[in-house]
């Protein structure tokens, strides 16, 4: 990683805002220094312009999406442990609520909190306008790549309310709070309107790509790609002809009630251009194919060097990543997730359901999900539930079996068994993101996706597929991805539903522990479909519903797999013979109001005239 070098995303002191105050939207700027002296001095202009990007990783916390855990763990990908109060926890047992808010551990994530920061891009803009701020006398243009780069945070800004808080203000000027304006939150559709300007200003105005030392800021690309998922948004049963479950208190629903196809064209539009993005006479973007050697040594040839690389190789973050969050963490974040016996607290776990969605190779030479009617037919072995599985369920699990570092992992004795102290409670620990020579002396920074790639090709073949059902292109281009990671084609000959199954699973598959799982399922309202209702009636109804399989995806309930010792079993761990038995793990929390954020009591009593989040 030494060879790239990244924006500078140093807190510095503020000189223009200040956040201590509680009331809604009331961030002053700091009287020491007084905004003519900051937005007539070029150094002082890209001094706030940085902090901009500081604010992007404060607020989008990528790896720590809730400061010490993933996001994935408030959702069916991941389990977290009981350590730094237990947050995911806190979230799916519905320990928060306006009275009290989000935990506080996860601090940084609440509305004002975005607004904090939307203020600060609106001060930036309107300051360079109102004082014709000076452009860099040694680089002219980076002025208007600065503030392009401003339009797009306030987009951006917005966006992260957008996707926890629903309806919200679009906040595109500076508030006069002299003025005691009253603010009121925005239908849909005027938010989409206004985020699209700004994104389509920062497009008009910024390069293709940065070289060199300003590698990592905004370019183009990254902002069509936050376009494309804002009109995917925009395309899914969310905001298009779905019923949002209780009741739906959100500003002008009436005119997102009907369902308009063609809102998935201009999410498969959006998405194809950045896809086709040209840098030059050549493709800005592409999948990493990676180099060198195909396996990782220590892994006895289960897992791929190049799907671990892609989240490694400065290759891979030049040219597949389209938006990044810079220095996330420290590489030593791998220690809080290791198993028990390598020194590590196993803090966040796979579920098996997300397990599940890792498909079987199939005698055919096609994949399959495990639990799909054909699946026996074609050569799916229960007993061997490890076995012939997607290449990436390699790369982001260590199940029991697996090889890590030349030892063998078994959650059913010793320090890594399930329920030992530290140890998982799903009989699974998480690989994925890990450097696979860590030997708790690496202190390299860890950046993390925002967005990649692959993300806009499944929006593509999934909104084409809605648009106008499935197609030769919709088949190579999802085959393309998986063949990147060593993955079967998918069968040819489905349906428009069967094709959209294989590209949602895609989806969870490529993305898992990537921030998409949470919003993904809430925009698709997936958690009240009819389908998954009646899953989730049938669970409840049999003997034993941990075998039903797969689970409901209503977020209510989470599995794992335990070894059992059998003489008859299958699978040898440590010369003793075992069956894989799967298991309820824990019951969940979710109803109408998990699909948004509750506004904390404080916020409305200091704006009235907002008002809740539906169902809260």
Known sequence: ?????????????????????????????????????????????????????????????????????????????????????????????????????????????????????????????????????????????????????????????????????????????????????????????DFLKKILADLDFAINELPVRHLDVEFGRIDKGAAMALKAVVLYMNASPMYNGGKLPGNDTRVGREQYAAYDKQKWKLAADAAKAVIDLKNGTGQRYSLYMGKGSDFQAESNNKVYARIKQIYIDPAAIQNEWLLIISNNKAESWQGDHIPPSYGGGSRLQPLQEQVDEYEFIGNDGYGYATYDPQAAAKGWDEKQPYEKRDPRFYSDVMYHGATYQNKIINTATGSDKIGASNATSTGYYLRKFYHEDWKRSGGWPLHFPSIRLPEMMLIYCEAMNRFSGPSAEIYTMLNTLRARSFMAPVPPGLDENALHKYIQRERRVEHFYENKRYFYARWNLEPDSPAEIAQEAAYKAAPVPANVWPYPRTQRAAHGMTPVADPAGTMVVGGVNYRMQRFKLEDRVFTAKNYYFPLVASEIANAPSLIQSPNW
């Open 1 to 189: 990683m030494k060879n790239i070098k990244y924006i500078p995303l140093i807190a510095i002191c503020s000189i223009v805002f200040s956040t201590s105050c509680e009331k809604f939207l009331d961030r002053q700027p700091d009287n020491k220094i007084d905004e003519e002296t900051v937005f007539t001095n070029w150094d002082k202009v890209n001094g706030e312009a940085n902090k901009l990007y500081r604010d992007m990783r404060d607020r989008d916390r990528g790896i720590v999406g809730l400061q010490d855990f993933s996001i994935s763990g408030i959702t069916d990908e991941c389990k977290g442990t009981q350590v730094e109060q237990a947050i995911p926890d806190q979230f799916n047992f519905g320990s928060f609520g306006p009275s009290i808010g989000m935990p506080s551990k996860a601090n940084g994530m609440y509305w004002g909190d975005f607004y904090n920061s939307i203020r600060k891009a609106n001060v930036f803009i309107a300051g360079v306008e109102k004082y014709k701020s000076p452009d860099n006398p040694l680089q002219p243009g980076d002025l208007k790549n600065r503030v392009a780069e401003a339009h797009f945070m306030r987009a951006y800004f917005h966006w992260l309310v957008a996707r926890w808080y629903g309806d919200i203000i679009y906040m595109d000027y500076v508030a006069d709070l002299a003025k005691n304006e009253q603010f009121a939150r925005q239908s849909w559709p």
